[in-house]
């Protein structure tokens, strides 16, 4: 009987399936990853502006706080200094020194103005002073400032917000101004004691720079990430090829074992055959010789019987 033929199929669509579930894994694991540091670098982004504009504000409050300590501080008249008119009121507020020259009370409020315009030319932020009952109307609050400052009187500590500002994206801060004693010189007139928050200062700070390097770690991330994809696909690719080779030697070795066992089962088959013929061949033998013995046995009897008859003796 002839050997069938070795049949190698093909992988089942399981493995395919597989594989495809690993890359679809794959995949979902490194896009969560970049989304959970896209989502820590922009956390990191926040938490940089912030510490900068409050370290801004830490110092607006240490040199307001220092200025007020002392009353104000004499400057010396100009065109960009002139003379504050709110503080008409208070004595000695323009002084002349034994040369000759003019010098005019610098309070906190107008020194921290002066400071923050000049910190918007040489830094990039800007600072700004306001109440909702300001002395100095240009010190007025805009819209957001007015929501902060009514904030502060229900006893909020701090406002902030990424926003933007004449078009350019900014994080704005916000922190209660409280009245100190040497406050009341000048706002002592408005009827504010020790304690009052009277009016707050906003910090605004460009985001461009923060940006700018968010934007950089992003990219830096993002090939790391398409790296680590590829070596990961690479990975699948490569143990699936491997996984599909095994699986053929499987097969392989399984048909081959089929295949053995079939042809011991002809051989098997074909040599009980023959052993059946030879028996049966055997019986046959055996049958036939019976039937001689007996016609011989027969053929004896019938002479005895005949030379009994003839009174011929038979001798042994």
Known sequence: MKN??????????????????LFIAWTLVVAGLAAQQIYQTR??????????????????????????????????????????????????????????????LMNPPYM?????????????????ITSLNPLRPENGPDEWET????AFEQGTKEIYEFTNLNGEPCLRLMQPLITQAGCLTCHGIQGYRVGDIRGGVSFSIPMQPHLASERIADQRYAL??????????????VGGSHLKK??????????????AHT????????????????????????????EVEHAIETLRRQNESILNAAGVGIIG
């Open 43 to 104: 956390q990191a982004t926040r938490d940089a502006a912030l510490h900068e504009v409050r370290a801004y504000f830490e110092m607006d409050q240490f040199i307001r706080q220092w200025s007020t300590s002392h009353g104000g501080v004499y400057v010396p008249v100009d065109e960009q200094t002139p003379p504050n008119p709110y503080l008409s009121h208070v004595a000695e507020r323009d002084i002349q020194t034994p040369s000759g020259r003019q010098l005019t």
């Open 224 to 237: 790391s990430f398409i790296i680590l994809w590829i070596v990961g696909a690479v990975g699948i690719m």
């Open 246 to 259: 095994a699986m053929q030697e499987r097969l392989q070795a399984e048909q081959a074992l089929a295949a």
């Open 263 to 290: 042809k011991l089962e002809d051989d098997v088959a074909k040599r009980t055959a023959e052993l059946s013929a030879a028996n049966q061949h055997l019986l046959q033998e055996i049958s036939l010789r019976k």
């Open 147 to 150: 929501r902060a400052l009514l």
């Open 112 to 128: 921290m103005r002066q400071l923050h315009e000049g910190f918007q030319d040489y830094a990039g932020f800007s600072g700004h």
């Open 4 to 21: 069938p033929p070795l049949i190698i199929t093909a992988p089942p669509r399981n493995l395919k399936k597989y594989v495809l579930s």
